[in-house]
């Protein structure tokens, strides 16, 4: 015998409480009899760029901020006392040259130090311990020592430790400090309480508890995020930052592998991007570099997929452009990535990688060449680029770009030419407003099937002043239920931007907050996960009166079939103040004999409400289940929710 159980899972929020329900009904079809299409397993991906110190100050959880002393401004974000000064002759890091030497005042009670600032403050949990590194050296031939602290928002002492310095050539030290306290605005202090000089580098603080734990590694409840979000696909480095303000300042992959000492510091174009959120403090460490990016990917379980640059820099901000006779190192820094990514102990790049720790190689799979790029001058170099990769690497599919607008000239003109270079999937991106959401949610249902995939790359809906309300989610379910029928084309998608620090932000919506110990999921993080974690693995036709559920009544609907699962998981969206009584016939399945119900919900009163760090869980989905008899399936969704059916089918 058959058995039907409905698992109904509801993100809703009730908006209007007073409101007197018009309890219209809806018949919906579920056709099991049609042929159903593959669903990706990148359906649902991720996207990341150091913005908002989502990297930076974020998801690389080092505390101290200019770390080397390299930023242009070579004491950014510390505080110098007694005889301090910068240096740049012998140093320990040639591609980060600077140093500072601590030298004496000759009097015992002036002592000379620094004191870090971190990224908006240092987060420190009480009881926790935190590993301290530095690069030193005695300057006399005589050991030296160093007092270490961390500094509460009081100015007191809650954490110390001593260190001595016993080598006249530099030499990492490494030990740990505890703080007694928490807090949240934090700072390093250290000083010399001996009477030599020494000179120092790469001041470094990390939390010891990381993700998996590994030393100086990624922030926990961030990744830990990422994860539950189950991606498919992750989305590297940028954005805009891949393409840089000027060609220089792009991001170079090369530059960021290798010991985290010697990465070179490059400026983060956000800094400036945007004069009413200016950010001059903000530069790139690339301790989070491609080999990190690399493993995260494996860690969070999803598809690698780089960027790289074009030869072309951020159009938004200049015509700057690579001439087309000086583009091959451009293109052979993006084949060194395949190799560095796949190639194996004998070739150059494939050594690199295992010498940083991955013997296996990454299987990289994808490559997005050029971010938001548009015009012949970014098809004549992507050209080059497609040339040399369908002979070196057939294998690896290409992602091209449609330009920063999800219409218009620049996008009419770049899709055919995406498809006349044969390029296996094009990057799309939208910022829209909800009713943009909500219009647009047939966007896909007409494409032509014959050309390239879509990767609807970077999209979010912009609510007034950009807040993650629970208005601009549900307006994203309703779209989503279009590319999920139409994941025979659709075969990648990423929210973006991902991170953003609540005192570090350049640009809103973003899909995580955090400040410097909590995180806080916005509704849009709980949609994202509620279609990822449940995103079949093929197409289903659901219909009301012959057509695909897309506004009808306010009602957005889309099917899935699981064959692991051996389910149908349908996605209700109820843009709707009322709640709607939906019928759904199942044609193709003979008999139920129980319907099971999860339910995910929440209860507000505004459609303006968001999660925040002191109310993170709001909006949070909820689990109810229930065992519904008989072979009817009535379905009464809450008005402005989001609803999954999981209609099981046991063997
Ligand atoms: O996601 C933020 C920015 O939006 C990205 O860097 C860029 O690709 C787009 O313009």
Redesign the pocket.
Known sequence: MKELIFITIILMSQIVSAQTYNDSKMKLILDLRTKADRIQSTLYGL?I?D?NLGVDGGLYPELVKNRSFDFPQSLMGWYTFGNVSVKNENPAFNQNPNYLEILPTGHWVKPSGIENEGFRGMGFKKDTNYNFTIWAKNLNRENQKIQIELINSHNDCIGKTELEITSSEWKKYDLPIKSTCEESKGKLRLFLISEGGIAIDHVSLFPSETFKNRKNGLRKDLVEALQDLKPGVFRFP?????EGADIDTRYDWKKSIGSVENRPVNENR?HYTFHHRFTPDYYQTYGLGFYEYFVLSEDIGAEPLPVVSVGLACQ?QNNKHVPLCDLEPFIQDALDLVEFANGDTTTRWGKERVKMGHSEPFNLKYIGIG??QWGKEYTERLELFVKAFRKKCPDVKIIGSSG?WADGEDFDYLWPEMKRLKVDLVDE?Y?KDPQWFLKNADRYDGYNRKGPAVFA??Y?AHATNGINNFQSALSEAAFMTGLERNADIVHMTAY??LLAHVDGYQ?RPDLIWFDNLRIVKTPNYYIQQLFSNNKGTHTASLKTEGKPVIGQQGVYASAVYDEIQCCYILKIVNTNPEKRTIEIELKGILKKSSVQTIQFATICNNPEVENTLDQPDRIIPQFTHQVIPGNEIILTTNPYSLTLYKVIISK
């Open positions: 996207f760029e913005i940028g954005g805009c930052i891949v956000w938004h971010n938001e920063p991106h910022y790359g970077e979010a973006a931007p640009w």
